[in-house]
């Protein structure tokens, strides 16, 4: 090989070689990967994205939020409404439980007062016996020996300070002295009470008969005090049934009260078997 050729040869690689020198400055240098950089831009686009997005999903949130205190509230009020319903319904229930126990307090005080005056004493007023014919017997009465009787004015006096205010009840007024013989003294003795608030006065007391004498209390007689009046009955000269009756006028209301004795006579006893009197509470 010549020298021509080698130079040739020489001046073709180097040709090549500045060739792929340049071609090497020219290219634009190759880009790397870089995993922190792409998670840093994936980061950014994502927020941007979620800011687009922002706005509706606000908007549903709040209708959401709305929503659940619209339904929070609907609860709240029903379960109060519930409450007071209940709270009406017991009130009206306890009131009428309360009428029903006062209803039930009145019908039971009307029978136990019905009951109690079921269970009073009913004082019988004895009819009249029939009036028998018999032989009229002359017969000289005894005077009747009675206390000196108050005053009329000094009564009056009386009964006018204390008129009206006072109530008189008798323990019994009616005595039954079964069977006697003729001609014995009948003692009777009726019991009474002042039950007012004042004075009680007896203004005056008659028997049907001379043969019947009574005696009364001449003073009056305070509130809540007892006194009794004394009825002295001859039998001298009687036969058969004998029903007197006492009259008594004191300062009340009704102003007139009767005594009632009532037996029977049978005929007159010897002398040496008479006995003095007959006595006996009324009843």
Known sequence: MTSNDNTYLFN?????FLISLVFTQCKPESTKVDPTAIAQENKANHSNDQKNLDPALNSKNSTDEKARFDRVFSEKEAEMKAKRDKQEREKRKAATKKEEERKLRERQAREKAAEQKKKEPVIAVPKPAEKKVTTPTKVTPKPAVTKKPVPPAVIEDKVMKFKGTSEIVFKRNFFDFGEVPSGEVVN???NFTNIGNTPL??????????????EYP?????PNQS???KVRFDTKGKSGRQQPIITVFANTDPAVHKLYLDGELTEELKSEETPDTLSGQGK
Do not use: K
């Open 188 to 190: 009777a003795v009726f």
């Open 201 to 214: 006065v007896i203004e005056n007391v008659t028997a049907t008969c001379g043969c019947t004498v009574p």
């Open 218 to 222: 001449l003073e009056p007689i305070s």
């Open 227 to 229: 006194a009794d009046i």
């Open 12 to 16: 073709l690689v180097l040709a090549c």
